[in-house]
T-cell receptor, first 113, second 113 residues
Framework: GENVEQHPSTLSVQEGDSAVIKCTYS??????FPWYKQELGKGPQLIID?????GEKKDQRIAVTLNKTAKHFSLHITETQPEDSAVYFC????????????FGQGTILTVHP | DGGITQSPKYLFRKEGQNVTLSCEQN?????MYWYRQDPGQGLRLIYY???????QKGDIAEGYSVSREKKESFPLTVTSAQKNPTAFYLC????????????FGDGTRLSIL
């Protein structure tokens, strides 16, 4: 099955800095890559996603890049704010199986004021 | 508001007991999922269902059972066969066609007395 590795496990930045989280996946047939933000005691919330026919996608301060050849994708957060502090998860599909996501281990992001 | 409701938020189980976690959605989604989340790990798929009266095992189905009698509801039973049930359980739903985002509830935390 699919395997997703996520790094780093913890990331600490100063407010206003950028944060980058990287994930690699094993199944070259995977074609959908969402990113989720999880706050303490809550369920994950989708923040951005990308499909395999696109190399980059942006939404305000958040961007995701995908390198299909290298089988890795990254989340970029610019101008970080304290409210960005949370656990972030990447995920990838099981090949072409709808909806069956494999998740990375998560990154705890702390933004210091 | 449309969304996913999980109840209860906290649940305690005695040794040898079965417990059932509730998940209800009003998003009119056909697909529903159950995940288990342990500290420092990503989400792992327990069971999923594409349509009423049908469901499939995920990666860690042993010790769990589900039913899907209604489109809106996908309850998860943690049986006494699950020897390490202490975890945070998350329910999600999505549109079936293609790869679409999964929407999560706010979880149930299960602990052993």
């Amino acid at each position: 099955g699919e395997n997703v590795e996520q790094h780093p496990s913890t990331l600490s930045v100063q407010e206003g800095d950028s944060a980058v989280i990287k994930c690699t996946y094993s199944d070259s047939a995977s074609n959908y890559f969402p990113w989720y933000k999880q706050e303490l005691g809550k369920g994950p919330q989708l923040i951005i996603d990308i499909r395999s026919n696109v190399g980059e996608k942006k939404d305000q301060r958040i961007a995701v890049t995908l390198n299909k050849t290298a089988k890795h994708f990254s989340l970029h957060i610019t101008e970080t704010q304290p409210e960005d502090s949370a656990v972030y998860f990447c995920a990838a599909t099981y090949g072409t199986s709808y909806g069956k996501l494999t998740f990375g281990q998560g990154t705890i992001l702390t933004v210091h004021p | 508001d449309g969304g996913i409701t999980q109840s209860p938020k906290y649940l305690f189980r005695k040794e040898g007991q079965n417990v059932t976690l509730s998940c209800e959605q009003n998003l009119n989604h056909d697909a529903m999922y159950w995940y288990r989340q342990d500290p420092g790990q990503g989400l792992r798929l327990i069971y999923y269902s594409q349509i009423v009266n049908d469901f499939q095992k995920g990666d860690i189905a042993e010790g769990y059972s589900v039913s899907r009698e209604k489109k809106e509801s996908f309850p998860l039973t943690v049986t006494s066969a699950q020897k390490n049930p202490t975890a945070f359980y998350l329910c999600a739903s999505s549109i079936v066609e293609g790869n679409q985002p999964q929407h999560f509830g706010d979880g149930t935390r299960l602990s052993i007395l």
